[in-house]
């Protein structure tokens, strides 16, 4: 009751709210605040002798301006600090805080971007296994007993009957046994080849399979697929080309040439001066394919084709050694 | 195989420009790698500079022992004088002279007139080698006299050619003779195919020749022909040009004819010297401990499924692969037994594999040579031996098996425009067919020549015959779609959102190989024959490849280095293992940092995840358990520097626990309560169980449990811990009162106390 009586509060009031208003830096602020409104200040003294509802109610509202006074002014400083430091000038070109951000490798870059291509056009995505039976990649296909891709200089045999899969196109045996047609489907994954490696081999590598089958599907249906594939990959420029080839799974079996991205088909190194890259093999699928896997060769036709995904990120990307793929180098990664 | 073009001119006329040519080769028959002029360059008159010389005088150089100084007559009554470093002639012969100005072969090296140890030079006598006539360079060549100095050698030597360097698909075998490409070629451009070569000499007799062939399966055909009055030499000049074009070195006369049959037909051939033959000719298996020294002059160990040419007593041929040293043809030979057989692809392939031998004859028995080949190769070789060794053919022997007749196939022409989706018209498939060699009835029964029959068997096999001529021309179009959508699924959508969600948090994405030196799991399926030590073993874990892909960082100097992968691990037992998607990572940092990685990664597919410490062996110091999974801290006596730690997930376990769908839960309608909670425990306490506890005592009004810190030292007695937690109480129905947080946050003080002994502090 005293300490309200000998305290003229409107003075009190006016004196606090100037010096909170005067404050220049936080410093001074936190200064104010404390002299005014902190816990020993005459203020808060007062508040814990008040008695009445009417003494508390006029504290409190004092209270309550200062309080406001001071958050307000608190923002002021704020703003004129920006301004103080724009009218210095911020050196804007001093890199901001940086940000711990990772990489997905360039194949699985790769591998999605070819994904969305296919889910675009209606395929789906097949994941298939690498393990694989002797019939499913090779006799279910059509290889010959004579075949050199059998031999077991080329091919990684776990016993007589499993290896490693030499191609994705196992993926169409399962995918053909497991499903009904229509089937639209790619299947991007790991291979594997008795291959010594080198700046171009290794003996393990990723292709895509791809595998139309439905009622009518022509040569022309795969020559105007992958021409989009290419196109989305490499420029809407690009053009393709088929040549006569051989596979056991396909008849007639194609070569897909793709013109140089590079030289726009005028000649250069990376197209061996022909303007033309060599892409990978295709064809439409033999009918004898079609009737291992117990589908009517006469009601489905399709077509199917298998690329290699490192060839791509190479060719697009300038790299000139496939074992940068797997050395896993932050250097090299981050680049992607 | 490369394909002299002047060879291939003897059979088919050519109609289109060399270059023209290769480029639609391509798309209808074979690749063709490039096509290269060999020999004399062909260009600005330079032919002219290569002639006919009789050599005046020849005599030592004044001032160097091995030289020659000669005088050349070179026609039109020049003489020059040449510096020479051959002494295999003198004067008198007829030579090969460059006059200076010519350009040698490969097109480098321009012959100028020059002093030679004094001695005026003015051109060069030439040798086989530097003609790229032969291989020959142990003198100069010396050519027949009747010649007149001043001829172009053009018109008496072959000294250029062009080279089609081609690579034959497996399913053409056909592509393997000279004479086959030029049907290609026929077919190609419409030009006419003459008709084979060969016509058989006279013949001198009837001799007897015992020929047997115990395995007409392997070998369905044997022709032995006899020749007497041999005379092995040197081939002519043509001839070795040719070898020599096609990439084969020129021997004897007689090996180069049956090599050059075997270029020009396609079906190897091989002579024995007759008088080396101890009785006849066996066809047989080869017998237990049998050995034979091949032509390339190795002792081989034969295998009881090698199928062997042997005489009455002994091995003198791996069939189809090499001949036997015993009865090579010599200098000395003057009868020869001349084999032209069939035999069957994989006898030759497995003998080839089993001997690590292959041979520009096996190459071809490999891809399955057309038996009625060995007839013509017969003839033509028999003409030619007559022409260029003086042989007198003098009786044939042959054993065939009943070869089978291909079945006629009923094609029907509108089948190549379905499958091909061009449309090629019924005359130009027949006349394409015809030129092929298919008899095409008036009904469309296709009837298939000896020389396709293992690849055209069906009538989809006529399509790419027709269509084959045609790739140009197909339109490009899309499936016309009747049903079907693309789509990813659940799992590979979520495949793609934690490779995200790690990428954000500062991860690099590695590719390890499947296959690595050793696994954890002493299951693990191993390749019986690995490439390497370091590629044996089937990974059943992501780690071992990622610490090595850290490792490999480490040595590159990189820093901060975190990596993570999203591979197949392959579980036994084989033979055919499960292959499951796992998710691995390796990250410099304690273990703090391993688990904060794979806690974002749960928050991503909203499991919760359960951690509970495990033993994963002595590599792993740290290590707990999670579900799918687990994280931990290597072992610093692992051989990487510094602190690492690791995680595995099996995806495909952690999807199943991914909620189908999120439910909206309400955060803004009523407020939410926060309170600091600090209790003392037991220091063995997990800071998981205690905040599982409270979720559990406090039920749905406790909105969320944060880990705040894990206090131990002043003012907390030994062996006690202080553990602050944040809760924040909110109720989805209504405001929460002091009273409410009082109650909840008695009941949590309650549950601790009695399950873990904590007390609040105040
Ligand atoms: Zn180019």
Known sequence: MDSLAAVDWTAYETQATAAIGAALADSELEDARVHWLGRKSELALALRGVRDKESGMLLNGIRGRLEEAVQHREQELRRLAYQHAAERGVDVTIPGTPVKRGRLHLLTQIRREIEDIFLGLGYEVWDGAEVSTVWENFDALNTDAGHPSRSTLDTFYLDDDTILRTQTSPDQIRAMMTRKPPIYMVSPGRVYRRDTPDATHSPTFQQVECLAVDRGITLADLRGTVLQYFRLLFGPEREVRMRTSYFPFTEPSVEFDVTCFLCDGAGCAVCKHSGWIEMGGAGWVDPDVFRNVDLDPEEWQGFAFGFGIERIAMLRHGLPDLRAFWENDIRVLEQF | MKVPVSWLKEYVELTLPLDELARRLVFTSCEVDRVVRRGVPDVDGNLGHFVVGKVLEAGKHPNADKLQLTKVDVGGGETRSIVCGAWNFGAGATVAVVAPGGVMPGGELRIEKRKLRGEMSEGMILSERELELGTDHAGIMVLADELEAGTPLADVLPLGDEILEIETLYNRPDLTAIYGIAREVAALTGAELKPPPGVDPPRHGDEPFSLQVDELDACPRFIARTFRDVTVGDSPAWLKARLTGAGMRPISNVVDITNYVMLALGSPLHAYDAD???????????????????????????????????????????????????????????????????????????????????????????????????????????????????????????????????????????????????????????????????????????????????????????????????????????????????????????????????????????????????????????????????????????????????????????????????????????????????????????????????????????????????????????????????????????????????????????????????????????????????????????????????????????????????????????????????????????????????????????????????????
Not at chain 2, 471 to 494: I, S, W
């Open chain 2, 276 to 762: 080396t033959l101890r009785g006849g000719i066996v066809v047989r298996r080869a017998r237990p401990g049998e050995e034979l020294v091949t032509l390339d002059g190795t002792r081989r160990e034969l295998d009881v499924r090698d199928l062997l040419i042997a005489d009455h007593e002994r091995a003198i041929g791996l069939a189809g692969v090499m001949g036997g040293e015993n009865t090579e043809v010599s200098n000395a030979t003057t009868s020869v037994v001349l084999e032209t057989a069939n035999f069957e692809p994989l006898t030759v392939i497995r003998s080839g594999e089993r001997h690590r031998l292959r041979s520009e004859a096996s190459t071809r028995w490999e891809k399955g040579v057309d038996p009625e080949a060995a007839e013509l190769a017969a003839r033509y070789a028999s003409q030619l031996l007559a022409e260029l060794a003086g042989a007198r053919w003098t009786g044939e022997t042959e054993v065939r098996a009943e070869l089978p007749q291909p079945a006629p196939i009923a094609y029907r022409p509108g089948y190549a425009d379905e499958a091909v989706g061009l449309e090629i018209t019924e005359a130009e498939q027949r006349e394409r067919l015809e030129r092929l060699g298919f008899k095409v009835a008036g009904d469309w029964t296709v009837r298939v020549p000896s020389w396709r029959v293992r690849d055209v068997r069906r009538d989809v096999d006529v399509v790419e015959e027709v269509a084959r001529f045609r790739l140009e021309d197909v339109p490009a179009t899309l499936p016309r779609r009747q049903a079907m959508f693309g789509r990813l699924t659940h799992e590979q959508r979520l495949r793609r959102l934690v490779a995200d969600v790690l990428v954000g948090a500062g991860l690099y994405e590695a590719y390890t190989y499947s296959l690595q030196h050793g696994d954890p799991d002493p299951n693990a399926l191993e390749l019986p024959e690995p490439l390497s030590s370091q590629q044996r073993v089937l990974r059943t874990t992501l780690a071992t490849g990622l610490l090595g892909a850290a490792q490999h960082n480490l040595d590159a100097g990189n820093a901060d280095i975190a990596l993570f992968e999203i591979a197949h691990v392959y579980l036994p037992p084989g033979p055919v293992p499960e292959e499951r998607w796992r998710l691995g990572g390796i990250v410099q940092g304690d273990f703090f940092r391993a688990k904060g990685i794979v806690e974002a990664v749960f928050e991503a597919v909203h499991v919760e995840p359960t951690w509970s410490r495990v033993d994963l062996g002595p590599e792993l110091i740290v290590a707990a358990a999670v579900q799918s999974g687990w994280v931990g801290t290597y072992s610093p006596v692992l051989s990487l520097d510094g602190e690492w730690s690791a995680f595995e997930l099996d995806l495909a376990e952690l999807f199943e626990l991914v909620p189908e769908r999120i439910e909206y839960r309400d955060v803004i309608t009523f407020p939410p309560l926060r309170q600091d909670l600090a209790f003392v425990v037991d220091e063995t306490a997990p800071a998981g169980e205690l905040m599982a506890a409270a979720r559990e005592a406090a039920g749905d009004e406790l909105r969320e449990v944060r880990f705040l810190s894990d206090y131990r030292g002043e003012q907390i007695a030994p062996g006690k811990k202080s553990l602050a937690i944040a809760v924040v109480f909110q109720s989805p129905e209504r405001t929460l009162t002091e009273d409410d947080a009082t109650r909840l946050r008695a009941a949590i003080v309650k549950t601790l106390g009695e399950r873990f002994g904590a007390e609040l502090r105040s």
